[in-house]
């Protein structure tokens, strides 16, 4: 299933205790704030938050204020079909266009789609290997958590994004998770992709790749391609590429110039935050400036603004 799935939002609760926002259908992590004497706030499901009913969030923002919370802070799935003029009204503290997805409409070949350059790369990658849908992911967790593990060490990625064993426990056993794999002529795992899906619309989760991964123009190329032609056979009419790496948008980014190069459109994620307690917000910022959300979290006042959220998809 999707990033409002409850066991998704189960598998993250090492950064913050799951809570289901009951009217809207999707969840938090509430989390201690350091140093705070007990206070707490709330983010979003990492790396989208996605919801059955945004017209339900208004009341469950109210009762988020009432039990105490700081704050909140959340990045809106580009899928989630809500327009964007009701998140002024929902978040008017922050609410503005983040990242623009990378999205692929599956109403044409699927065979078809991308540049001639990377479909040039997935014919070359499979000249020496195959991909494959694994019929049973949770089955290849280990193999899963050491490409992953390679991925953190050569991109130093920190905080939530790093996940661990058990959150990917959990997620590969999700209804719904498709994980396929690259493979060698030799029988090497060169490579996994980890998508979720939910009715005709699906997300690229993560992937991870060994060293033979980035040999024969690249198993990215090879996987993204396999990946689309599977979701369409299963009914999914958009898949999310997400977008590049990092805190800020860059059109120069290697990652997001990938995913460009597969997108029919795209459209932006919203990064959209609700101070719930004005006076103790105003002291837990206090001797702060800058754009970070919520201010108090931010790790280095004197640098650039930034997101809460780092979208490394």
Same mark, same amino acid.
């Given at each position: 299933?999707?990033?409002?799935?409850?066991?998704?939002?189960?598998?993250?609760?090492?950064?913050?205790?799951?809570?289901?926002?009951?009217?809207?259908?999707?969840?938090?992590?509430?989390?201690?704030?350091?140093?705070?004497?007990?206070?707490?706030?709330? @983010? +979003?499901?990492?790396?989208?938050? %996605?919801? /059955?009913?945004?017209?339900? &969030? =208004?009341?469950?923002? #109210?009762? $988020?204020? *009432?039990?105490?919370?700081?704050?909140?802070?959340?990045?809106?799935?580009?899928?989630?079909?809500?327009?964007?003029?009701?998140?002024?009204?929902?978040?008017?503290?922050?609410?503005?266009?983040?990242?623009?997805?990378?999205?692929?409409?599956?109403?044409?070949?699927?065979?078809?789609?991308?540049?001639?350059?990377?479909?040039?790369?997935?014919?070359?990658?499979?000249?020496?290997?195959?991909?494959?849908?694994?019929?049973?992911?949770?089955?290849?967790?280990?193999?899963?958590?050491?490409?992953?593990?390679?991925?953190?060490?050569?991109?130093?990625? @920190? +905080?939530?994004?790093?996940?661990? %064993?058990? /959150?990917?426990?959990?997620? &590969? =056993?999700?209804?719904? #998770?498709? $994980?396929? *794999?690259?493979?060698?002529?030799?029988?090497?795992?060169?490579?996994?992709?980890?998508?979720?899906?939910?009715?005709?619309?699906?997300?690229?989760?993560?992937?991870?790749?060994?060293?033979?991964?980035?040999?024969?123009?690249?198993?990215?190329?090879?996987?993204?391609?396999?990946?689309?032609?599977?979701?369409?056979?299963?009914?999914?009419?958009?898949?999310?590429?997400?977008?590049?790496?990092?805190?800020?948008?860059?059109?120069?980014?290697?990652?997001?110039?990938?995913?460009?190069?597969?997108?029919?459109?795209?459209?932006?994620?919203?990064?959209?935050?609700?101070?719930?307690?004005?006076?103790?917000? /105003?002291?837990?910022?206090?001797?702060?400036?800058?754009?970070?959300?919520?201010?108090?979290?931010?790790?280095?006042?004197?640098?650039?603004?930034?997101?809460?959220?780092?979208?490394?998809?």
């Amino acid at each position: 299933m999707s990033y409002a799935h409850a066991q998704y939002a189960q598998s993250l609760a090492d950064f913050g205790a799951p809570r289901h926002l009951p009217r809207c259908g999707g969840w938090v992590l509430e989390r201690a704030i350091p140093g705070a004497g007990g206070l707490r706030d709330a @983010a +979003g499901s990492y790396p989208l938050f %996605r919801c /059955a009913d945004w017209s339900g &969030l =208004a009341d469950d923002l #109210a009762e $988020l204020r *009432r039990d105490g919370l700081v704050s909140l802070v959340l990045v809106a799935d580009p899928l989630g079909g809500t327009p964007p003029a009701g998140f002024g009204t929902l978040f008017p503290d922050l609410a503005r266009p983040w990242k623009e997805h990378c999205l692929v409409d599956l109403d044409r070949d699927p065979a078809r789609l991308g540049t001639d350059h990377h479909r040039r790369n997935a014919r070359r990658f499979l000249r020496h290997a195959r991909v494959e849908v694994c019929g049973e992911p949770a089955a290849l967790l280990d193999t899963w958590c050491g490409l992953y593990a390679e991925l953190v060490r050569r991109h130093r990625i @920190a +905080g939530i994004a790093r996940f661990s %064993r058990a /959150a990917f426990a959990a997620q &590969l =056993a999700l209804p719904g #998770a498709l $994980l396929l *794999r690259a493979v060698t002529a030799a029988g090497e795992t060169a490579g996994m992709q980890l998508w979720l899906a939910e009715g005709d619309v699906a997300w690229h989760h993560l992937s991870g790749y060994a060293p033979a991964g980035y040999r024969w123009g690249g198993a990215s190329y090879a996987l993204v391609q396999a990946a689309l032609v599977h979701l369409a056979a299963r009914g999914v009419r958009t898949a999310d590429l997400g977008a590049g790496a990092g805190l800020d948008a860059d059109a120069a980014d290697g990652l997001h110039a990938f995913k460009a190069g597969w997108a029919t459109r795209t459209a932006p994620a919203w990064l959209c935050g609700a101070v719930l307690d004005r006076s103790a917000y /105003a002291e837990l910022g206090a001797g702060r400036t800058g754009a970070f959300f919520p201010l108090y979290r931010d790790p280095s006042p004197a640098r650039e603004p930034e997101a809460l959220h780092a979208d490394r998809r």
